[in-house]
């Protein structure tokens, strides 16, 4: 099956520690997307990658980093400076160009305890 | 910056009846717009994609349509069904030089009651 899958579903963090959200995707997409849900808010654009080896701060980068060595994978790091990071992170490919459909995973609940 | 606005924040409706919900974007000059659906706890699973060079699209029960110009989208559901219970929205693609960019609005929780 064709797809984009994000692991864990559910995760949580201790105050301070670094966490790595997964994405990968069998689709051949060149761009991937990370975005954070919160209740109230919408989506809102925490990093995006258009090619291997390049990626663009969204609207929230603070606290996050990412990285994309390879073209199926978008691993995204919720770092100790993010100050609220307990919320739901859904990925996202498209093939890239402006004409393109976006495809999301399933989500991963991230919650600070 | 592109913002998107989704009107009603929540609609509820009978069994049956045909709804529209609505979607504004400030910026005009996009690429495409796309219609989600979120169940709870859920991804988003994509509904319908209208190119900026289209009017309108359908699945199903579904008509999506695209006025770029006056920056609207509207999304019709015909014969409500609870199962259509759930939230749905909608985004904008733009450009910023080489990178494209996706836009969502906040959404529209529809429940369609028995």
């Known amino acids: 099956d064709g797809g984009i899958t994000q692991s864990p579903k559910y995760l949580f963090r201790k105050e301070g520690q670094n966490v790595t959200l997964s994405c990968e995707q069998n689709l051949n997409h060149d761009a991937m997307y990370w975005y954070r849900q919160d209740p109230g808010q919408g989506l809102r654009l925490i990093y995006y990658s258009q090619i291997v080896n390049d990626f663009q701060k969204g609207d929230i980068a603070e606290g996050y980093s990412v990285s994309r060595e390879k073209k199926e994978s978008f691993p995204l790091t919720v770092t100790s400076a993010q100050k609220n990071p307990t919320a739901f992170y859904l990925c996202?490919?498209?093939?890239?160009?402006?004409?393109?459909?976006?495809?999301f995973g399933q989500g991963t609940r991230l919650t600070v305890v | 910056k592109q913002e998107v606005t989704q009107i009603p924040a929540a609609l509820s409706v009978p069994e049956g009846e045909n709804l529209v919900l609505n979607c504004s974007f400030t910026d005009s000059a996009i690429y495409n717009l796309q219609w989600f659906r979120q169940d709870p706890g859920k991804g988003l699973t994509s509904l319908l994609l209208?190119?900026?060079?289209?009017r309108e699209q359908t699945s199903g029960r579904l008509n999506a349509s695209l006025d770029k110009s006056s920056g609207r989208s509207t999304l019709y559901i015909a014969a409500s069904q609870p199962g259509d219970s759930a939230t749905y929205l909608c985004a904008v693609l733009n450009s910023g030089g080489s990178n494209y960019k996706l836009t969502f609005g906040k959404g529209t929780l529809l429940t369609v009651n028995p």
């Open positions: 209208i190119q900026s060079s289209q």
């Open positions: 996202a490919s498209s093939i890239g160009q402006g004409r393109a459909e976006a495809f």
